[in-house]
C-alpha cells in the first residue's frame, strides 16, 4: 500500500503466472511452454529484422501477419486482431466486450486469469461450476448473463469440448458475445473458426505462445466479424498502437509459414503427452484425458502439495493450484521424453518411496 497508488490499485488481485527460475539442471513443467524450439525460419527471419530498421515505428496493425492468419482460417485481414500475447488480446476483449450489466460468465476451474481481468474493469461475474469429473457443460451456461468466456480445450484441465457444444452455446446466447480461449486447440481440440462466419457474436482467441514455441516472443490473436473486431481495434488504439514489434511480427509470419515445422513438433508433444499419460496412470495417478500440451493428475492417496514439494526438492517444477475442488491435482507442462521421465522417476520415489 501506498499514499502514491490510484484507488483501483488495492483492489486488484493480479494473476500469479508460474515461476520463471533458472537453476541447473532445472526441469520446468510449469508454464506449459513448448520443450522445442520455434521454427529455425522464425528465428532467422528475427535475427533479418535486427537492422537499423528498428529506429522506425512497426506498423501498427501488423497486415503482413493478419494477411498470413487471415489466409490459413479463411477469413478476411481485417477479421483478425494481433496482440501482445494472447493475454493482451484476452485483457481488450474483457474491456471491450465482455462488460456489461448482466454478469460474465466462465466456468469455476478455468485459467485464473480471468478473474483478475474482470476486477481490473470492474465486471460482475459468475463462476459456472464443472462437474465431479472436472467436465464444462454447456447447458449450465443457460441463464441470464452479458457474456461468456471459456478456454476450450479448458485450462488447467486439458478437457476439450466438441465443436456442438460450442454451436449450442452459441445458439442459447445470441444476443451475448461468446470469447472462446483456444490457447491449446493445436494439440487435440476443434477450432471453433469456422462458426465465426455464421455467428456474429463469436470471437476466437489462440496463441503462438504453445504450439508456435514462441512464448518469448509475445503474439496472440483474435478472429471474428467486422464489430468485434472494431472493438478490440478501438481498445488498442486507447491503449498502446503498436502492441507487436518489428521484431515479433517478422517472427510469426516465419512460425506461421513453415507449418512443416509446427506439425512436427505438435506431434512429438501430442506422442510425448500419450507416453506420460501412461506412465502416471502405472503410478496410481488420475490423469484427465487432454487434448493440451499438459497433463492434469492427481495421486490417489498422496496430497498434492507433498508431491509439488517433493518434486522441488528435485528440481522439478510442476504447477499446483492451491483451491478446491483440484488442491490434489499437479498441471504438468509436456517436457521432452527426457524430461517426462524424470519427472516420472521423481514421482515414484515419492509415490513408493525407498526404505
Ligand atoms: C497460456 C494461456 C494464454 C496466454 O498466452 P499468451 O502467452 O499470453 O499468448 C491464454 N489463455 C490460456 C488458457 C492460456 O493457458
Same mark, same amino acid.
Given at each position: 500500500?501506498?499514499?502514491?497508488?490510484?484507488?483501483?490499485?488495492?483492489?486488484?488481485?493480479?494473476?500469479? &503466472?508460474?515461476?520463471?527460475?533458472?537453476?541447473?539442471?532445472?526441469?520446468?513443467?510449469?508454464?506449459?511452454?513448448?520443450?522445442?524450439?520455434?521454427?529455425?525460419?522464425?528465428?532467422?527471419?528475427?535475427?533479418? &529484422?535486427?537492422?537499423?530498421?528498428?529506429?522506425?515505428?512497426?506498423?501498427?496493425?501488423?497486415?503482413?501477419?493478419?494477411?498470413?492468419?487471415?489466409?490459413?482460417?479463411?477469413?478476411?485481414?481485417?477479421?483478425?486482431?494481433?496482440?501482445?500475447? #494472447?493475454?493482451?488480446?484476452?485483457?481488450?476483449?474483457?474491456?471491450?466486450?465482455?462488460?456489461?450489466?448482466?454478469?460474465?460468465?466462465?466456468?469455476?476451474?478455468?485459467?485464473?486469469?480471468?478473474? #483478475?481481468?474482470?476486477?481490473?474493469?470492474?465486471?460482475?461475474?459468475?463462476?459456472?461450476?464443472?462437474?465431479?469429473?472436472?467436465?464444462?457443460?454447456?447447458?449450465?451456461?443457460?441463464?441470464?448473463?452479458?457474456?461468456?468466456?471459456?478456454?476450450?480445450?479448458?485450462?488447467?484441465?486439458?478437457?476439450?469440448?466438441?465443436?456442438?457444444?460450442?454451436?449450442?452455446?452459441?445458439?442459447?446466447?445470441?444476443?451475448?458475445?461468446?470469447?472462446?480461449?483456444?490457447?491449446?486447440?493445436?494439440?487435440?481440440?476443434?477450432?471453433?473458426?469456422?462458426?465465426?462466419?455464421?455467428?456474429?457474436?463469436?470471437?476466437?482467441?489462440?496463441?503462438?505462445?504453445?504450439?508456435?514455441?514462441? &512464448?518469448?516472443?509475445?503474439?496472440?490473436?483474435?478472429?471474428?466479424?467486422?464489430?468485434?473486431?472494431?472493438?478490440?481495434?478501438?481498445?488498442?488504439?486507447?491503449?498502446?498502437?503498436?502492441?507487436?514489434?518489428?521484431?515479433?511480427?517478422?517472427?510469426?509470419?516465419?512460425?506461421?509459414?513453415?507449418?512443416?515445422?509446427?506439425?512436427?513438433?505438435?506431434?512429438?508433444?501430442?506422442?510425448?503427452?500419450?507416453?506420460?499419460?501412461? &506412465?502416471?496412470?502405472?503410478?496410481?495417478?488420475?490423469?484427465?484425458?487432454?487434448?493440451?500440451?499438459?497433463?492434469?493428475?492427481?495421486?490417489?492417496?498422496?496430497?498434492?502439495?507433498?508431491?509439488?514439494?517433493?518434486?522441488?526438492?528435485?528440481?522439478?517444477?510442476?504447477?499446483?493450484?492451491?483451491?478446491?475442488?483440484?488442491?490434489?491435482?499437479?498441471?504438468? #507442462?509436456?517436457?521432452?521424453?527426457?524430461?517426462?521421465?524424470?519427472?516420472?522417476?521423481?514421482?515414484?520415489?515419492?509415490?513408493?518411496?525407498?526404505?
Amino acid at each position: 500500500m501506498s499514499r502514491f497508488w490510484s484507488p483501483v490499485v488495492s483492489s486488484l488481485t493480479p494473476y500469479v &503466472a508460474g515461476e520463471q527460475v533458472v537453476l541447473p539442471d532445472l526441469v520446468k513443467l510449469n508454464t506449459n511452454e513448448n520443450p522445442y524450439g520455434p521454427s529455425p525460419q522464425a528465428l532467422a527471419a528475427i535475427r533479418e &529484422a535486427a537492422t537499423d530498421v528498428l529506429r522506425l515505428y512497426p506498423d501498427p496493425t501488423a497486415l503482413r501477419l493478419r494477411t498470413a492468419i487471415a489466409r490459413s482460417h479463411g477469413v478476411e485481414p481485417d477479421q483478425v486482431f494481433v496482440g501482445n500475447g #494472447s493475454d493482451e488480446v484476452l485483457a481488450h476483449s474483457f474491456a471491450a466486450l465482455l462488460k456489461h450489466d448482466a454478469p460474465l460468465l466462465f466456468p469455476d476451474v478455468t485459467y485464473s486469469f480471468y478473474p #483478475s481481468w474482470s476486477r481490473l474493469y470492474g465486471i460482475t461475474f459468475r463462476e459456472v461450476p464443472v462437474d465431479e469429473g472436472l467436465q464444462v457443460r454447456v447447458a449450465d451456461f443457460r441463464q441470464p448473463c452479458g457474456a461468456i468466456i471459456l478456454p476450450n480445450p479448458n485450462a488447467p484441465t486439458g478437457s476439450a469440448l466438441p465443436l456442438q457444444d460450442i454451436e449450442a452455446l452459441l445458439h442459447d446466447h445470441p444476443d451475448q458475445p461468446v470469447v472462446i480461449d483456444e490457447a491449446y486447440v493445436d494439440f487435440g481440440g476443434t477450432s471453433a473458426v469456422p462458426l465465426v462466419a455464421r455467428h456474429p457474436n463469436l470471437l476466437v482467441v489462440q496463441t503462438f505462445s504453445k504450439s508456435r514455441s514462441l &512464448a518469448g516472443l509475445r503474439v496472440g490473436f483474435a478472429i471474428g466479424q467486422r464489430p468485434l473486431i472494431e472493438a478490440l481495434e478501438r481498445m488498442r488504439d486507447s491503449f498502446n498502437s503498436y502492441p507487436l514489434d518489428r521484431l515479433a511480427i517478422a517472427g510469426a509470419v516465419a512460425a506461421w509459414e513453415d507449418r512443416g515445422w509446427f506439425e512436427t513438433q505438435r506431434d512429438r508433444v501430442i506422442a510425448s503427452r500419450e507416453r506420460l499419460a501412461g &506412465a502416471l496412470r502405472a503410478l496410481g495417478f488420475d490423469v484427465l484425458p487432454s487434448a493440451a500440451n499438459f497433463l492434469f493428475a492427481r495421486h490417489a492417496t498422496i496430497s498434492g502439495e507433498a508431491l509439488a514439494a517433493g518434486l522441488r526438492a528435485r528440481s522439478i517444477l510442476v504447477r499446483r493450484f492451491a483451491r478446491p475442488p483440484i488442491q490434489d491435482h499437479l498441471r504438468i #507442462s509436456i517436457g521432452t521424453d527426457a524430461e517426462c521421465d524424470r519427472l516420472v522417476a521423481g514421482l515414484a520415489e515419492l509415490v513408493d518411496p525407498p526404505a
